[in-house]
Nanobody, 125 residues
C-alpha cells in the first residue's frame, strides 16, 4: 500500500513563498518516480514537477523558475518549494507517485497511480 501525506499548504499574499511536503515510505522515496500536480475543480489537473529515482527534476515550461522539486531520502519526504506565488497559483496541490523502472519526467505525472489527499494553497492579491 503506497501512502502519501501532504502538508505545508496555507494562505499567502502574492509574492510570498510556501514549501509543501509529502511524507512517504522509505521504499517509495528510493524506488518510485514522484511528482506534484495541482487542480482547481472542476478544471483538469496541471502538472507542476516530477523527480526521477536518481533525483533528476523536470518541469513544464510554465512552471520553470518559481517551483523547485526535491526529495530528502533520509526524511522519506518529497518537497515542493514555491516562490513568488501569484493568485493564479491558488489550487489544491497533490503529491503523486508510481513505479516506473524505465524512468520518468513531468509528462508521466498525470498517469501516476497513487496520490495523496491534497493540500490547499491560496494566494491573495
Amino acid at each position: 500500500q503506497v501512502q502519501l501525506v501532504e502538508s505545508g499548504g496555507g494562505s499567502v499574499q502574492a509574492g510570498g513563498s510556501l514549501r509543501l511536503s509529502c511524507k512517504a515510505s522509505e521504499y517509495t522515496v528510493n524506488n518510485y518516480c514522484m511528482g506534484w500536480y495541482r487542480q482547481v475543480p472542476p478544471k483538469a489537473q496541471e502538472t507542476v514537477a516530477a523527480i526521477d529515482t536518481d533525483g533528476t527534476p523536470t518541469y513544464p515550461d510554465s512552471m520553470k523558475g518559481r517551483f523547485t522539486i526535491s526529495k530528502d531520502k533520509g526524511a522519506n519526504t518529497l518537497y515542493l518549494l514555491m516562490n513568488n506565488l501569484q493568485p493564479e497559483d491558488t489550487a489544491i496541490y497533490y503529491c503523486a507517485t508510481d513505479y516506473r523502472p524505465g524512468g520518468c519526467d513531468w509528462h508521466s505525472v498525470e498517469n501516476f497511480a497513487y496520490r495523496g489527499q491534497g493540500t490547499q494553497v491560496s494566494v491573495s492579491s
